[in-house]
């Protein structure tokens, strides 16, 4: 099969456990884009961040960030397709997760919103330090977020929240389960995401396709977690990282080895550039 279209997931996959992306898989990629195929990031980060990746590997393809809520060009910013989750609902999420008292924070299309610094929003408040003005991820902290949201008019694309106490995060589950406009996904053991219903990677795929004019079987897609299940469903071919979780795992075309073994340059070059026995 000649593929003409690659998609990768960021972190757990294009990324290693340093967040960085590795010379092999820079180098595989270079390869890939040098014989005239895309290149595309569909993550559940904010596009700021993800657009920092994608200069540096020299992608051109529009970026599917928060989880496909958001399809941008990561050259000229223009938004390609934006679905933010309905206001009242948003809010309802906001109140569930403050009645628990998890740790949590909301995305729209450049800056999170936080209550406080925690998890993500800790490494991305460190990485500003470190960042040009272009770079560095807007992150606006909240006295009242509930107020905030009710009283500006701010698109609200993704919340996430974080929690180590299994237990409380299934009941957290249940109770937003209950409110039918929104979609619910994992990109990680202690986490849950909230997006629009409908709002997938595999949808941002979908409207990549059309723009680039390729059929799915000419797609292929790397990624390990829940939130990366959508996109086997828009592909050709979908392949988990060895690091991913185990139902990822069996849910794929193809399983490569992780991301701390550069498990996407080795499965460029096996399944696209048909390279064999390098490493």
């Known amino acids: 099969m000649k593929?003409?279209?690659?998609?990768l997931d960021m972190d757990g996959t294009l990324l290693n456990s340093n967040k960085e992306v590795s010379i092999e898989n820079q180098k595989a990629l270079k390869k890939a884009l040098d014989s005239g195929i895309q290149v595309a990031i569909a993550t559940g980060r904010i596009f700021t961040s993800a657009r920092f990746y994608a200069r540096l590997l020299g992608?051109?393809?529009?970026?599917i960030a928060c989880n496909g809520a958001l399809v941008r060009d990561a050259n000229s910013n223009e938004v390609l397709d934006i679905n933010p989750i309905d206001k009242e609902d948003a809010l309802k999420v906001i109140e569930v997760f403050?009645?628990?008292?998890?740790?949590?924070?909301?995305?729209?299309?450049?800056?999170?919103?936080v209550e406080?610094?925690?998890f993500s929003s800790s490494i991305y408040n460190a990485w500003n330090e470190d960042q040009s003005d272009e770079n560095k991820i807007s992150i606006e902290k909240l006295e009242d977020t509930i107020g905030y949201f009710k009283s500006n008019n701010i698109n609200i694309l993704k919340l996430m929240a974080?929690?180590?106490?299994?237990t409380k995060m299934d009941i957290i589950k249940k109770e937003l389960e209950g409110i039918n406009s929104i979609t619910i996904d994992k990109s990680w053991y202690n986490n849950l995401e909230v997006m629009s219903r409908g709002v997938s990677k595999g949808k941002g795929?979908?409207?990549?396709?059309?723009?680039?004019?390729?059929?799915?079987?000419e797609i292929i897609a790397f990624g390990d977690n829940f939130n990366?299940?959508?996109?086997?469903?828009?592909?050709?071919?979908?392949?988990?990282?060895?690091?991913?979780?185990?139902?990822?795992?069996?849910q794929a075309h193809y399983v490569t080895t992780s991301n701390n073994d550069n498990g996407v340059a080795k499965g460029i070059e096996k399944l696209i550039l048909n390279i064999k026995n390098k490493y």
């Not at 009645?99 to 995305?107: E, T």
């Open 3 to 7: 593929y003409k279209l690659i998609v």
């Open 59 to 63: 992608i051109k393809a529009p970026i």
């Open 98 to 113: 403050k009645k628990y008292n998890v740790y949590f924070h909301i995305y729209d299309e450049e800056k999170i919103y």
């Open 116 to 118: 406080k610094l925690g």
């Open 162 to 166: 974080v929690d180590d106490d299994d």
């Open 205 to 217: 795929i979908e409207m990549l396709r059309k723009i680039y004019k390729v059929e799915p079987e």
């Open 228 to 250: 990366d299940l959508s996109m086997k469903y828009y592909v050709g071919t979908f392949v988990a990282m060895e690091n991913g979780e185990e139902y990822v795992k069996k």
